[in-house]
């Protein structure tokens, strides 16, 4: 095993390894390694047979060491004082070495483990509470957690991704102090985070998941080490809840380009969050997380066309998000600007020869978010010394439900490009305000700490556009001025939440200038 392994016990009996594992990838081959080095093999149950029958090797059934059966259908197998002394026992202490002599207790070396798949088990929408909670792993993570704590003299694996690197050690020079203590940082974890998978399913099924739980653990794991954050003296890196099993822009497939950047994964998060909000095909043009283009059409090279002119300055060094499949005449469109990301679920093979011509554009396929466990039901923002948790602004609604609050109703062109005009205002940065007309975003204005700015804003950069277009607002107007300069704009009809104490100001100016208002009832603050 190497002289500066500090598996070998100090009384020179062999070294044993429990090994007890649910997920069996490469378990054979490491149980073989280990074996080749003079490992005793200790097992329970299904590995006891597949390192048995497949591996061919000498394996002892805990049973076996403690004396004592499995009992309680399998619940009571390892939780032993032969086997928990054997992992606890401290090798500098010669009273806890005596204390194993005398209870006849071998000390346990090393501890291969991994739990019972509780996430994917509750994952399933037909799981019943009585299969959930038999996949509540009891034994393994109390073995880790031992081994873990032991560390300095046990060695405790839980990922099959470190059987290799182990197993190199072990045969070469063995594992250090710092080898050991990694793996048991990555037991905790492990475990904390299944601890975490099951408080928060069982929050749920007690009732709370209409409301927000009183204690919320979240587990999250890095996938990605970026070059920096949103400025080079940033340390940055990409991390995804566990449960999440795939999807969204944090599980995107990068098909061409350079490594993401920071900046460029919110962004692209933000395209990718707006095209599908949309049912129609639709095309979005992002700067700084915010649409500078958006635009709907049956075509996509229209919708693409459309969402470009709305701001053909801003849209240099953007990003270009699509919800549906990329095509060939829009890849084509796009080949003469410059963009930094494009988001699509997918890519015809000529548009992609297109876009790969463009040595630096980074081309990622995004697919729906496929999550289980309740870290996909909140919004989290960091704020100095805490946390805000919200539930997702992802509300269902109903435009045909809208309230009508002038004298006139809203035409039904202009009902549709309110509709659009309200799912596009909800994604901009408050106070919010668009122009939009034929299904695209004319004008935009984000940000401002006065709604009449951002009016102001948004009707700058429609211009000429802005003549016969329809208005959003993610708030309640709080003055009719705000409705004045619409006008003078030359919109015909606006949305709004209403709410304000001067609604009856601002439908009077509506009234008097002949637009037609709709109130909504909700409010798409995006802070």
């Known amino acids: 095993m190497g002289q500066s392994s500090e598996l070998e016990p100090p009384w020179g009996k062999e070294v044993k390894a ?27 149950g299904g590995t006891h047979s597949i390192l048995t029958n497949e591996g061919g090797l000498p394996v002892r059934q805990v049973s076996d060491v403690t004396g004592s059966p499995e009992i309680l259908d399998g619940r009571v197998k390892t939780l032993h004082p032969v086997i928990h002394g054997g992992l606890l026992a401290r090798r500098d202490l010669p009273d806890h070495l005596d204390q194993l002599k005398k209870h006849n207790i071998d000390p346990i070396d090393m501890v291969v483990v991994n739990l019972y798949p509780f996430r994917e088990t509750v994952s399933r929408p037909d799981v019943s509470l009585e299969e959930a909670l038999e996949n509540i792993d009891i034994g393994g993570p109390t073995m880790l957690r031992a081994a873990a704590k032991n560390h300095p003299s046990v060695t405790v694996i839980v990922d099959p991704a470190d059987y290799g690197w182990v197993a190199e050690k072990l045969a070469a020079s063995g594992l250090t102090q710092e080898d050991r203590r990694s793996l048991a940082a990555k037991a905790f974890h492990h475990v904390a985070s299944y601890d975490a998978a099951v408080a928060a399913y069982l929050s749920t099924t007690v009732g709370e998941s209409e409301s927000l739980p009183e204690n919320l653990s979240i587990s999250l794991v890095q996938t990605a080490s970026l070059r920096y954050g949103e400025n080079p003296h940033q340390a940055g890196a990409l991390y995804v809840a566990e449960g999440v099993t795939s999807g969204g822009v944090a599980g995107a497939r990068q098909l061409h380009g350079r490594e993401l950047s920071y900046n460029n994964l919110m962004d692209a998060d933000a395209a990718w969050r707006i095209v599908s909000d949309f049912s ?10 915010n649409p500078c283009g958006l635009a709907s059409h049956v075509q996509q090279l229209i919708a693409y066309q459309n969402a470009f ?12 998000g699509f919800n549906r499949t990329l095509d060939a005449p829009t890849a084509k469109a796009m080949a003469p600007v410059f963009y930094e990301v494009v988001v699509a679920p997918d890519y015809a093979p000529e548009a992609l020869e297109i876009l790969k011509k463009k040595r630096n554009l980074r081309i990622l396929a995004v697919d729906p978010v496929v999550q289980s466990g309740q870290s996909s039901s909140y919004d989290l923002r960091v704020i100095s010394g805490g946390i805000l948790v919200q539930h997702p602004d992802t509300i269902t609604e109903d435009p045909d439900g809208w309230q009508t609050a002038t004298h006139r109703a809203p035409t039904e062109e202009e009902r549709r490009d309110l509709a659009f005009a309200w799912k596009a205002v909800k994604h901009i940065k408050s106070n919010a305000i668009v122009f939009a007309k034929d299904l695209c975003l004319v004008g935009m204005g984000a940000g401002q700490p006065n709604r009449v700015v951002s009016v102001h804003l948004s009707q700058r950069i429609a211009g000429d556009k802005a003549k016969g277009s329809v208005l959003a607002s993610d708030a309640f107007f709080p003055f009719p001025d705000n409705v004045q300069l619409a006008a003078e704009a030359g919109a015909t009809a606006i949305v709004q939440p209403g709410g304000s104490i001067r609604d009856d100001e601002v439908v009077a100016a509506a009234n008097e200038h002949g637009l037609a208002m709709l109130f909504t009832g909700v409010r798409h603050f995006r802070h």
């Open 18 to 44: 429990l090994i007890s594992v649910y997920d069996k990838t490469g378990i054979v081959e490491f149980g073989k390694q280990l074996a080749a080095a003079g490992v005793e093999l200790i097992s329970t």
């Open 280 to 289: 129609d095909t639709t095309a979005v043009v992002i700067k700084h997380a």
């Open 309 to 320: 002119e709305g701001d053909t300055v801003s849209a240099y060094g953007g990003i270009v």
